[in-house]
């Protein structure tokens, strides 16, 4: 093989030696030309590759899913928006187990009591009751009987119709985002968790004048109403809509970009609130709390996520 070699106008200060044109050696181009080395590198490459995402694996699956965490009682009610779904029976033509049908409170929409449906229906199933002659004896009876098992079932179908409209799982999805994030206040608002929950204890150095001062103020200033604004509650919000969005892209928005990004903001704007939180409750009972209920893991908070 033939190696050109050209001298250089201008005098070198470090070196007086020929600079070749070649960029490699001759060891490296018969390395290079070699199939036997070429294959132990490919091999190398390929077995180094495998490792990595075995590793890659093995950190993900113990952190868990960013986006999801681990599936929780409370998590699972999102999808249909209350936490105990009641059980439905069939229909039936008897007036006395249609009226006595009802529903828990948290299982209705439109903001509408499971006492205030249980009065419309019997005072719809008192209007709607057909008259019956009280002299029966100088009256057939099979007409009024016939009316009676009408009115029945009419008024037991009304209702069945009146329990699937009022129910919130067959609801909208605004609906059910507006409903869980009234639960997610409740749940995790200060307002309620003050009463229940311990707050992170202090450190053992001594506590100043000013630390005195606002300590005092926290605990006799009340609150102006629920607590909406807290780390834990903005978190559980976050994480309702995260898995509406999430549901969605799964089933008919595969292909929908813009939902892909909202889901991406929303799962950074978690990130960093778990990350606020963790700094300051971290140890304490409201972080446990919070990621019990919610099934955060690991991975929602650590690290760089990549969707």
Not at 71 to 97: C, M, Y
Not at 194 to 216: F, T, V
Not at 220 to 249: C, H
Not at 255 to 263: A, C
């Amino acid at each position: 093989m033939l190696v050109f070699c050209t001298r250089t106008s201008t005098p070198r200060l470090f070196s007086s030696s020929p600079t070749c044109s070649a960029t490699s050696t001759l060891a490296q181009r018969r390395k290079q030309q070699d199939p036997y080395a070429q294959a132990q590198a490919r091999a190398r490459r390929a077995a180094n590759l495998s490792r990595q995402e075995t590793l890659n694996t093995q950190r993900a699956k113990a952190a868990g899913d960013p986006v999801r965490g681990v599936s929780t009682p409370f998590v699972e009610s999102f999808d249909t928006g209350f936490l105990a779904a009641p059980q439905a029976e069939s229909p039936s033509n008897d007036t006395v187990n249609a009226a006595n049908t009802t529903l828990p409170d948290s299982s209705l929409n439109h903001f509408i009591t499971a006492d205030e449906l249980q009065r419309s229906l019997q005072q719809s199933d008192y209007l709607s009751s057909p008259y019956l002659n009280p002299n029966r004896a100088t009256t057939d009876p099979a007409p009024a009987d016939e009316k009676t098992r009408t009115h029945r079932t009419q008024h037991a179908n009304a209702v069945s119709a009146l329990s699937r409209i009022v129910s919130i799982a067959n609801s909208s999805s605004a609906d059910r985002t507006r409903i869980n994030t009234q639960r997610c206040i409740e749940t995790f608002g200060r307002h309620n968790t003050d009463q229940i929950l311990k707050p992170r204890p202090r450190a053992s150095q001594p506590m100043g004048a000013r630390d005195e001062i606002a300590l005092n103020d926290t605990q006799t200033m009340p609150r102006a109403g629920p607590d909406t604004g807290s780390s834990e509650v903005q978190i559980a919000i976050l994480t309702a809509k995260i898995r509406t969005l999430a549901n969605i892209l799964e089933g008919r928005g595969r292909k929908d970009k813009v939902n892909k990004r909202n889901l991406r903001v929303l799962v950074h704007r978690r990130q960093k609130l778990l990350q606020y939180m963790r700094k300051k409750e971290r140890g304490g009972e409201r972080w446990q709390h919070l990621i019990q209920t919610l099934g955060l893991t690991a991975g929602t908070w650590q690290g760089e996520i990549s969707l």
